[in-house]
T-cell receptor
Framework: DTAVSQTPKYLVTQMGNDKSIKCEQN?????MYWYKQDSKKFLKIMFS???????INETVPNRFSPKSPDKAHLNLHINSLELGDSAVYFC????????????FGAGTRLSVL | DQQVKQNSPSLSVQEGRISILNCDYT??????FLWYKKYPAEGPTFLIS???IKDKNEDGRFTVFLNKSAKHLSLHIVPSQPGDSAVYFC??????????????WGLGTSLAVNP
């Protein structure tokens, strides 16, 4: 039973399209995250939600819009996709405060052609 | 400006020997450090952590050492096994942000354990 699951695993699309990635966690965590891992393998946080409230919003183009319908779900919608958006996107979740041990999904590999 | 640095992109070790992965940081406000392991096509998985008030934490074959004065930590794997072959990420966090605590990640070290 997967703890943090994200769909789809692979996403190939054309420049200019709009796409969404979904994430769900069944760990009872109150905080969820989106990370981007670029071609240099650098893991960089994009957003974090705590109990459906946005608490971290790094310097990300506003074409990226996260949405948390409840604390078990955090979706990422990307408008007007660009070539530079090609990357692996990871969803993660944790309990707030404490040691902040984050649990990750398997990643969504986005390729923009 | 990379606050967490893993200067060795790769490391190769013989099975049964010790693997030592290093991590340096620049922010003296970091108070918690974590190591994650990542296999291809999977997300990172938590391995071991250490608080800044300690200098060593051990869990089975994995030990993390922290040298605060040098702003350096290391992960020791003894004995190394072929299944340990993966990318290892060092991450650090600070409590200053309260509920906004976030992890700052190194670039990772790819470990290959040869049979």
């Amino acid at each position: 039973d997967t703890a943090v699951s994200q769909t789809p695993k692979y996403l190939v699309t054309q420049m200019g399209n709009d796409k969404s990635i979904k994430c769900e966690q069944n760990l009872g965590h109150d905080t969820m995250y989106w990370y981007k891992q670029d071609s240099k393998k650098f893991l960089k946080i994009m957003f974090s939600y705590n109990n459906k409230e946005l608490i971290i919003n790094e310097t990300v183009p506003n074409r990226f819009s996260p949405k948390s319908p409840d604390k078990a779900h955090l979706n990422l919608h990307i408008n007007s996709l660009e070539l530079g958006d090609s990357a692996v996107y990871f969803c993660a979740s944790s309990f707030s405060g404490g040691r902040n041990i984050q649990y990750f999904g398997a990643g969504t590999r986005l390729s923009v052609l | 400006d990379q606050q967490v640095k893993q200067n060795s992109p790769s490391l190769s070790v013989q099975e049964g020997r010790i693997s030592i992965l290093n991590c340096d940081y620049t922010n003296s406000m970091f108070d918690y450090f974590l190591w994650y392991k990542k296999y291809p096509a999977e997300g990172p998985t938590f391995l071991i952590s250490i608080s800044s008030i300690k200098d060593k934490n051990e869990d089975g074959r994995f030990t993390v050492f922290l040298n605060k004065s040098a702003k350096h930590l290391s992960l020791h794997i003894v004995p190394s096994q072929p299944g340990d072959s993966a990318v290892y990420f060092c991450a650090a966090s600070t409590s200053n942000a309260g509920n906004n605590r976030k992890l700052i990640w190194g670039l990772g070290t790819s470990l290959a354990v040869n049979p």
